[in-house]
């Protein structure tokens, strides 16, 4: 969250950022959104080490974002991918499924209750 999130972006963007003229409206409001999830990643990292109230909460609302995001980037064309062909479903599916995972121990590991007793019976 706190380094690979901006890195990524970082590396993703810096070739997209010369199509941001030609696609437009769209491809900017892609990579705004991307741009605000990860420093919301940023936030969110440090108040996890920290064992801050609310920042499981965070991290559960920061996974969901982060995967509409990359949804969003598989889905449109406005990113470069330097993927295989017919690599995007299996990368699409790998990221997912890291983010499903990260989800799934963030709201059943004993080790998160105990740290943070608030997230029993939460949804995000």
Same mark, same amino acid.
């Given at each position: 969250?706190? $380094?690979?999130?901006?890195? @990524?972006?970082?590396? !993703?963007?810096? &070739?997209? /950022? ?7 409206? =769209?491809?900017? #409001?892609?990579? /705004?959104?991307? #741009?605000?999830? $990860? ?5 969110? $990292? =440090?108040? %996890?080490?920290?064992?801050?109230? &609310?920042?499981?909460? &965070? ?5 969901? %974002? ?5 949804? /969003?980037?598989? #889905?449109? =064309? ?12 299996? @990368?699409?599916?790998?990221?997912? @499924? ?7 121990? %963030? +709201? ?8 943070? =007793? !608030?997230? +029993?019976?939460?949804?995000?």
């Amino acid at each position: 969250m706190l $380094a690979i999130g901006p890195a @990524a972006l970082a590396l !993703e963007t810096s &070739g997209a /950022l010369s199509r941001l003229q030609a696609y437009g409206p =769209p491809a900017a #409001a892609l990579f /705004l959104y991307r #741009a605000v999830v $990860a420093g919301l990643g940023m936030v969110v $990292a =440090p108040s %996890l080490w920290a064992g801050r109230a &609310g920042a499981v909460s &965070g991290a559960r609302w920061w996974l969901v %974002l982060d995967a509409a995001g990359t949804v /969003l980037t598989f #889905a449109t =064309p406005f990113f470069p991918s330097n993927r295989l062909p017919g690599a995007k479903r299996l @990368a699409l599916a790998v990221a997912l @499924a890291l983010n499903a995972a990260w989800f799934a121990y %963030l +709201r059943g590991s004993h080790r998160v209750r105990a740290v943070w =007793p !608030e997230v +029993r019976g939460t949804l995000l």
